[in-house]
T-cell receptor
Framework: QQQVKQSPQSLIVQKGGISIINCAYE??????FPWYQQFPGKGPALLIA?????SEKKEGRFTISFNKSAKQFSLHIMDSQPGDSATYFC????????????FGTGTKLQVIP | DADVTQTPRNRITKTGKRIMLECSQT?????MYWYRQDPGLGLRLIYY???????NKGEISDGYSVSRQAQAKFSLSLESAIPNQTALYFC???????????FGPGTRLLVL
């Protein structure tokens, strides 16, 4: 059962453009929403994360927007660069206790010069 | 992440063979996980362990088994490998806080 739906599956953006990846979740108990970045040949690594008590979190060119009522969150990459080309996974979990993380299916981003 | 290591990095095996993938970590985390990654399916949890005496099945545990030999070591075994177990396998750890996962570099497995 897919609890976190991610779109699009792939994305091509020109250098300097904005990359947007969307995720939707079903379980209202989720209270931690991280995004992971994976380069070819590497394991995923935490990029940025948000909790539902805020609607937006920004770290450099990366921003998470969170809509609790719609149960949706998105990653925005401003001024996208070729070095941002990677696969991005959204995820959700219930913090504390037995934490299992549910991952989205991933978005392969290609930033072209 | 050099704090989480996996061996081997690549493995080719034949149908019916038993193989073991190993994971070691120096992060001092109690919690360890095994995932498989398939194109279009993302990361799916196979098994997880919250301490040495705790082993739990994930969403796709059939055909797999695990062993938690120590706090720092968590092994995944395929008892009788089949071609649809061809995938990229990741080990991960987390602390007992917010749940951030720290992944190893992965093992690429091909079952012929």
């Amino acid at each position: 059962q897919q609890q976190v739906k991610q779109s699009p599956q792939s994305l091509i953006v020109q250098k300097g453009g904005i990359s947007i990846i969307n995720c939707a979740y079903e379980n209202t108990a989720f209270d931690y929403f991280p995004w992971y970045q994976q380069f070819p040949g590497k394991g995923p690594a935490l990029l940025i994360a948000i909790r539902p008590d805020v609607s937006e979190k920004k770290e450099g060119r990366f921003t998470i927007s969170f809509n609790k009522s719609a149960k949706q969150f998105s990653l925005h990459i401003m001024d996208s660069q070729p070095g941002d080309s990677a696969t991005y996974f959204c995820a959700a979990s219930v913090s504390g206790g037995y934490q299992k993380v549910t991952f989205g299916t991933g978005t392969k981003l290609q930033v072209i010069p | 992440d050099a704090d989480v290591t996996q061996t081997p990095r690549n493995r080719i095996t034949k149908t019916g063979k038993r193989i073991m993938l190993e994971c070691s970590q120096t992060k001092g985390h109690d919690r360890m996980y095994w995932y498989r990654q398939d194109p279009g399916l993302g990361l799916r949890l196979i098994y997880y362990s919250f301490d040495v005496k705790d082993i739990n099945k994930g969403e796709i545990s059939d055909g797999y088994s695990v062993s938690r030999q120590a706090q720092a070591k968590f092994s995944l075994s395929l008892e009788s490998a089949i071609p649809n177990q061809t995938a990229l396998y990741f080990c991960a750890t987390s602390d007992s806080g917010v749940g951030t996962q720290y992944f190893g570099p992965g093992t690429r497995l091909l079952v012929l």
